[in-house]
């Protein structure tokens, strides 16, 4: 249950080696003993977000998660409900992808869709049924503020986090009555593993800058946060530059 | 679903940890039982007014039954002070019909909004502790449904004395209390004669106390949780007992039994959250502080202003906004003055801010479990959630558990399990009888979740 104060007792995430998610577990788990769920795919790194939570204290255990294959969803989440009530779950997983291949080349696009939607929405369908069950819990999906308007330079990712943020947005009126919160996250350009090599816009955070925010929207049980703050008023007027404009501005 | 069934979001009086549950009204007996038996994976939990501060009344994702509809008095026998109640009859309720046939609730919280089936599982104290002990004292016989669906009559003496001191203060774990048997005190008036003091610090405030606390019938101590240094602690003492008729000015001589408590009005959903900060808590303690008299002996006062201050505003927990709050109530043994010390020092130096800031000395405990009241320092401050209150609560804990002490699990809403098992020794003694009760934990509450109860 979470308490109180705000601190859960139990998170699952998805995207077990997110750099955000892994972010916003060590950040809980800075107040409170946890127990952790990491749905991930097995690999080296998952082994070493393991061991690194095992030293915050963590109770960890792993579910195999392959968010390309939605038939596998219903299985992973049982697993990963079966040891109690989850208190927060991170939908953190996503692919950025080569922005330029994503729009030419066939496969490239269906992979970000796949990924960063259709397995967004497929995980949240469940894991409203799961929340339902048991009358409480946070929800946390990260989305992007490459959603809130379409850029040249990554837009294919853009749409897929348009389509993930309205499904979530609505989940959010939809779990209500059932005792569930849902936060919507918008962070701007945060410097992880995907994004290394590109040029840091404006407003840049780390993934420990997103998790304050997260661990705040959890627990005040805000339901729309971006990251940084003062990006929702940034967002709020670039929507509504005209686009000759929009398109030379150095976003 | 059918008509007595509803889905609702519940908190508790501190309106933090909303969760989710199907909501049985006006129950019955039979429909309680019937419940029980069809009670599903997340089980099922009796609440009453919902009063406790967390998350005792709560059940996310299962069933919570509304014993409030559940609200016969069934008789009042005058002579000997015995009533026969539905667990659903608020202490509100029971004052009102039991005052004219001269009977006096023996055991008040800081509220009469409390169900007799709440007061039983938190086993509710007052300002009368040191003298009378808390609520299941003075239970002479109680009807609870159990998992298996069936009606169990208990006494405290009888063959199932095990599973009647587990339900006095067993959080409602070990079944539904559906009926009870009270002995209530003869009262010659619903009157107090108050004596009124100001201590200047904690030592001066702790001195008084300990001297002559055993000459009241009611004693308790509103204390200033915002200054620090010389006048930490600093204090208004309020003591009394029972007026007598001959007592009474005349004006109240010819009407000692009148229920005088009015309710003034119900403050509105409007109150933003931050609106208790340390500027206006150190407004109101400094006010509350002066308006008290140095020293007063002998005031008459009515029920309202001498027990339930509070029940003048209704739903006045919304005064905190929507973040809500605590309520951290602990007591430590006598001997352990220091520690005492260190946690209103604590309390004051952390930046947290309380206007509800009681302090009181309990008597002996009783042969409950879990039963929160043991003889030592007992005190509670109303903190609003904010960041930060985590560190407070876990130093605060320490220190209690430093003392061998321990908090009171109806105010309680953040501790973990095992802080918990450190502070009631006589847990897994609860838990056997629990666990040979109900089995499969067919009772079972958000708070019973958070601390593996």
Redesign the interface.
């Known amino acids: 249950?979470?308490?109180?104060?705000?601190?859960p007792?139990s998170v699952l995430l998805i995207g077990g080696t997110s750099e955000i998610g892994l972010a916003v577990v060590a950040k809980f788990a800075a107040?409170?003993?946890l127990r952790v769920v990491l749905a991930a795919r097995p690999s080296d790194r998952i082994d070493e977000a393991v061991a690194r939570l095992r030293r915050l204290r963590c109770d960890v255990t792993i579910v195999p998660f392959d968010a390309r294959t939605p038939q596998t969803h219903a299985a992973t989440l049982d697993k990963a409900f079966a040891d109690g009530?989850i208190d927060v779950t991170v939908v953190a997983f996503g692919v950025l992808g080569d922005q330029e291949k994503a729009w030419t080349d066939l496969g490239a696009a269906l992979e970000l869709v796949d990924v960063n939607y259709t397995a967004a929405v497929s995980v949240g369908v469940l894991l409203g049924r799961k929340l339902?069950?048991?009358?409480?819990g946070s929800l946390v999906a990260m989305s992007s503020v490459a959603g809130e308007r379409a850029r040249r330079s990554n837009f294919v990712y853009g749409s897929t986090k348009a389509g993930m943020d309205v499904f979530y947005s609505g989940l959010t009126e939809a779990l209500r009555?059932?005792?569930?919160h849902v936060a919507v996250v918008r962070p701007g350009f945060v410097h992880t593993r995907m994004t290394t090599g590109l040029k840091a816009a404006p407003l840049s955070v780390t993934p420990e800058q997103v998790a304050e925010v997260v661990v705040d929207a959890v627990?005040?049980r805000r339901e729309l946060v971006w990251a940084p703050a003062p990006l929702r008023f940034v967002m709020s007027a670039l929507r509504h530059v005209p686009r000759p404009i929009f398109r030379r501005l150095p976003v | 679903m059918p008509q007595n069934l509803s889905?609702r979001?519940l908190t508790g009086w501190?309106r933090?940890?909303?969760?989710?549950?199907t909501v049985l009204t006006d129950p019955t007996p039979e429909s309680i039982a019937d419940a029980v038996r069809g009670a599903g994976r997340?089980g099922i939990l009796a609440r009453g007014l919902g009063r406790a501060y967390?998350?005792a009344a709560q059940?996310?994702?299962?069933l919570v039954v509304d014993m409030t509809g559940l609200d016969r008095v069934h008789s009042i026998d005058a002579d000997g002070g015995v009533v026969v109640v539905d667990a659903g009859v608020s202490l509100d309720t029971l004052m009102r019909r039991a005052l004219p046939f001269g009977l006096w609730v023996p055991v008040l919280p800081g509220t009469r909004q409390v169900t007799v089936g709440g007061a039983i599982a938190a086993d509710i104290h007052g300002k009368n502790h040191h003298v009378a002990g808390s609520f299941g004292d003075h239970v002479l016989a109680m009807d609870l449904v159990t998992a298996s669906g069936e009606t169990r009559t208990l006494t405290p003496d009888g063959p199932e004395s095990d599973l009647f001191w587990a339900t006095v203060g067993g959080m409602g774990l070990t079944g539904i209390v559906v009926r009870a048997t009270l002995r209530l005190e003869p009262t010659e008036s619903a009157y107090f004669v108050v004596d009124t003091e100001r201590a200047a610090d904690l030592d001066d405030l702790m001195a008084r106390l300990a001297a002559d606390d055993d000459a009241y019938t009611y004693s308790v101590a509103w204390f200033d949780s915002v200054a620090t240094g010389a006048s930490m602690g600093r204090a208004v003492l309020t003591r009394g007992w029972a007026a007598r008729r001959d007592d009474l000015p005349r004006k109240l001589r010819s009407d000692p039994l009148r229920f005088d408590a009015p309710k003034l009005f119900t403050a509105p959903p409007v109150f933003p959250s931050g609106l208790l900060n340390r500027a206006t808590a150190r407004a109101f303690n400094e006010v509350w502080f002066r308006k008290a008299p140095a020293e007063r002996r002998g005031e008459v006062q009515n029920i309202t202003t001498f027990f339930h201050p509070l029940d003048i505003v209704g739903e006045w927990n919304r005064v905190y906004g929507a973040?809500?709050f605590?309520q951290y109530q602990f007591v430590v043994p006598f001997g352990e003055e220091d520690a005492f010390r260190r946690c209103v020092a604590a309390i004051a130096d952390s930046g947290h801010v309380s206007c509800l800031n009681v302090l009181k000395r309990f008597g002996p405990g009783n042969a409950a479990p879990l039963s929160f009241p043991a003889p030592g320092w007992t005190l509670a401050v109303d903190l609003p959630?904010g960041?930060g209150?985590?560190t407070l609560?876990t130093t605060l804990d320490e220190l209690v558990l430093g003392a061998g002490g321990r908090i009171y699990l109806a105010k309680d809403?953040?501790v973990?399990a095992?802080t918990l098992a450190r502070m009631y020794p006589r847990l897994d003694e609860w838990r056997k009888v629990r666990a040979a009760a109900d089995p499969h934990g067919v009772f079972v509450s958000?708070l019973a979740?958070?601390v593996s109860l």
């Not at chain 1, 249950?1 to 601190?7: L, R, S």
């Not at chain 2, 933090?16 to 549950?21: E, L, W, Y």
């Not at chain 2, 059940?59 to 299962?62: F, Q, V």
């Open positions: 249950m979470i308490d109180a104060v705000g601190n007792q107040t409170t003993r009530d339902t069950e048991q009358g409480h009555p059932a005792g569930v627990r005040r | 889905s979001t501190g933090t940890s909303p969760t989710t549950a997340r967390g998350d059940n996310a994702g299962g973040r809500g605590l959630a960041p209150l985590t609560c809403s953040r973990d095992n958000d979740r958070r």
